[in-house]
């Protein structure tokens, strides 16, 4: 009698289930009795007031109460609004929300990260642009682009300056598009007073533009105030993106060199 069940309530004049909950003994038939003007029991009065009776049925059996409480809640989540029940049920916070399978989720379709991000300073792109307007890119090729597109909303970019070092800890807050699609304060990007003065070149290709995903800075520093370290094993590429997560030494470095708790930022 320890174990327990998971139930459900179906409205016997259109089969509709209106409502789930776990429990043992004879918790399935409570509700028949509840006065407290709750959806299910208005459900459960009209359904009386038909001549019917609602249909309890148990789904599952002999669980204990964490996996009683997954099951219910796992229940909960595939019907959502058509439901009585006015809690969301246990475990929340480990289901996705509703109305947003439309976006990709942190967390549910990807996993924030930590990664190295190669200025590649250019006639196409100038730190010092990226450091006033908070943004970042690559481009004009594929090769570039995809690589843009890697970066997902959430994600920690360690900024790095060939002959330099690192410039700049953010966090990506959009994911890259087209830069003729990106506006910044209000104002399409290519209308601000850029340096880079090649920015818009291609800007009608989807493989051959710019793209730009913007940034919110935590530190950004001048290219003569780089962070380096010879001969400190330190990660650098000359990839546009690479994730550190295999790279504690220079995540470290990072930390130190910049006074922030990197890892905490993707928390």
């Not at 190295?116 to 570039?144: C, K, L, M, T």
């Not at 966090?171 to 990007?189: E, F, L």
């Not at 793209?211 to 105030?225: G, N, P, S």
Request: aromatic share 12%; charged share 30%.
């Amino acid at each position: 009698m320890d174990r327990f069940y998971v139930y459900v309530y179906i409205d016997p004049r259109n089969y509709e289930e209106f409502y789930f909950g776990k429990g043992r003994g004879s918790r399935k038939e409570a509700h028949l009795s509840d006065t407290s003007g709750s959806g299910k029991t208005r459900r459960i009065a009209a359904i009386h007031k038909a001549g019917l009776k609602p249909i309890i049925r148990v789904i599952a059996r002999d669980l204990t109460e964490h996996d009683a409480l997954l099951v219910e809640k796992t229940l909960l989540w595939k019907l959502g609004r058509q439901l009585t029940n006015v809690s969301s049920g246990h475990y929340a916070e480990n289901f996705r929300p509703h109305d947003t399978l439309h976006l990709d989720l942190s967390g549910f379709d990807y996993q924030r990260g930590i990664y190295y991000y190669n200025v590649g300073e250019s006639p196409h792109r100038d730190w010092d642009d990226y450091v006033e307007f908070g943004f970042i890119s690559a481009g004009q090729g594929v090769r570039w682009r995809d690589a843009m597109l890697g970066f997902q909303e959430g994600d920690v970019v360690a900024a790095y300056l060939k002959k330099c070092g690192f410039v700049g800890v953010g966090r990506i807050t959009a994911r890259a598009k087209p830069i003729r699609d990106v506006t910044i304060r209000g104002k399409a990007i290519l209308k601000h007073k850029l340096r880079c003065k090649n920015m818009g070149d291609n800007a009608g290709s989807d493989d051959l533009c710019e793209y730009v995903a913007l940034v919110t800075w935590e530190k950004a520093l001048d290219r003569a105030q780089a962070k380096w370290k010879p001969k400190a094993d330190l990660y650098t590429t000359t990839h546009v993106r690479a994730s550190l997560d295999g790279q504690p030494k220079t995540v470290k470095f990072l930390e130190e060199a910049f006074g922030l708790n990197i890892r905490a930022l993707v928390a």
